[in-house]
């Protein structure tokens, strides 16, 4: 019999620690390699953790509700033989996965120095580097943890090796509770009222942070544009039904906006793209994430991958798919990372427009409001005329870091216009 350290797996590209929602076993039962062990919500999705050796548990490390970074040991497994004969593979696979994912080893810390982390005292200087902006954004390190950390430079400067030291250190002060500010903060005497309190979950805790930090991160800048889809409406309303006997398949109008995205995205290929310090990341993936309502009130984003390389068919089964995975909450975390550019639908709210905020790491993001008939003026051979039109507006939010009015303005008129020049006559 051996000992094995059970840590906190990585569950996505961008999660950093996961929400201990419910252990499967007790202290002392025995299980087997791949059986369930334990449940963790991420900020994307929940999911269920194996068993990575046979064995039993000898103590818990992290308990319900706990939030543990990846890495972090959250149980010793007491191995059988089986277990025994995989601790190495198992060992040498993690390795692996940390070199191929660059992953900072964090220290493998009791959980309850999670909970009761130091106080340390927040330092006088406010600058930081270019550079050490960058590994903090990397790193998902706020600028008070940054002016937590202990500095070596000149005149109390942070420098790089500060903050790599103190990452290797495990992150100590990641958790640690703000100390008393040193400035006066106006006693503004907000009534609050009564009402009943209710407790924010741990994914809506998430989208808050995640918004916080995107109105933090990109200087937000928002455009608009109006679109007459009067063809696009009467060609979907002419095949739907012929579609779905054919294909098996709803039409919404979802799939459509992706294709009219995906072909602007390929005549602009600098908005689907991501910043890294001062270098723009331009991704040869086109991925469309498509912001979903979930039954809680919570919001997710599951993503279409490659959808320059898919007809119509193909990306309709896929919305329709993913959607009602998000509804049943039975999306996987594969299918909710890698996106490259953001699309939210807040015309099936009945919303007009909307000013969607980045999901980061992206540099924009589409909304798209209800299509609602009303009298226009349009050009015909008589001249002059007012018809009825299926309109639409359209806001295209970006980081005016990496796109400026000009690139921004003409991908969001090229949607429109892709949407206004629908082929009427298009086969399916």
């Known amino acids: 019999m051996s000992q094995f350290e059970f840590k906190m797996p990585k569950m996505g590209e961008s999660i950093s620690e996961g929400t201990i929602l419910n252990w499967l076993v007790s202290e002392g039962e025995s299980f087997s390699k791949g059986d369930i062990l334990v449940e963790v919500a991420t900020d994307k999705v929940d999911n269920e953790v194996p068993a990575p050796v046979s064995g039993s548990i000898i103590k818990f490390q992290a308990k319900s509700k706990d939030v543990i970074p990846v890495g972090q040991v959250i149980a010793i497994i007491e191995t059988s033989e089986e277990g025994n004969k995989t601790k190495k593979e198992s060992n040498r696979k993690d390795k692996l996965e940390e070199k191929e994912n660059s992953i900072i080893q964090i220290n493998s810390n009791p959980v309850s120095k999670v909970e ?5 005292r927040l330092s006088n200087n406010t600058f930081f580097s270019p550079l050490i902006l960058s590994i903090a954004r990397e790193h998902h390190i706020s600028f008070e943890e940054l002016s937590r950390i202990p500095s070596t430079g000149n005149c109390g400067r942070l420098r790089k090796s500060d903050v790599f030291a103190y990452i290797e250190e495990g992150r100590q002060y990641k958790f640690a509770e703000s100390p008393k500010p040193q400035f006066s903060i106006p006693n ?3 009534d609050l009222g009564e009402g ?4 924010m979950d741990r994914m809506r805790q998430m989208i808050a942070d995640h ?3 995107s109105k933090h991160t990109s200087p937000h800048v928002t455009a608009y544009v109006e679109a007459d889809v009067t063809e696009l409406v009467a060609w979907r309303n002419k095949v739907k039904d012929d ?3 054919k294909y098996g398949e709803k039409l919404t109008f979802t799939p459509l906006f992706i294709e009219a995205v995906t072909a602007a ?3 602009f290929p600098n908005i689907n793209s991501s910043i890294d310090g001062t270098t723009l990341i331009v991704k040869p993936q086109i991925n469309i994430g498509m912001a979903t309502a979930l039954p809680s009130g919570n ?6 991958k490659n959808t320059d390389e898919k007809p119509i068919e193909i990306l309709a089964s896929e919305v329709n798919l993913l959607s009602e995975k998000a509804r049943t909450n039975s999306l996987s975390a594969e299918e909710v990372k890698g996106s490259t550019f953001t699309i939210s639908n807040v015309g099936t709210f009945g919303s007009l427009m909307g000013t969607p905020i980045i999901n980061q790491p992206e540099v924009a993001i589409l ?8 009298p226009e003026v349009i050009e015909s051979e008589n001249g002059d005329e007012i018809a009825i039109r299926s309109m639409m507006y359209l806001s295209l939010s970006f980081d005016h870091r990496a796109v400026d009015g000009y690139l921004g303005g003409s991908f969001l008129r090229r949607i429109a216009d892709n949407l206004e020049n629908f082929d009427i006559n298009k086969t399916i």
């Open 116 to 120: 009761q982390p130091p106080v340390a």
């Open 299 to 304: 919001l997710i984003v599951p993503v279409i």
């Open 211 to 213: 918004m916080v930090y």
């Open 243 to 245: 579609f779905q006997y």
């Open 367 to 374: 909304a798209l409001g209800i299509i609602k008939k009303r």
């Open 265 to 267: 995205i390929k005549e």
């Open 188 to 190: 503004l005497k907000f």
């Open 196 to 199: 009943r309190r209710v407790e």
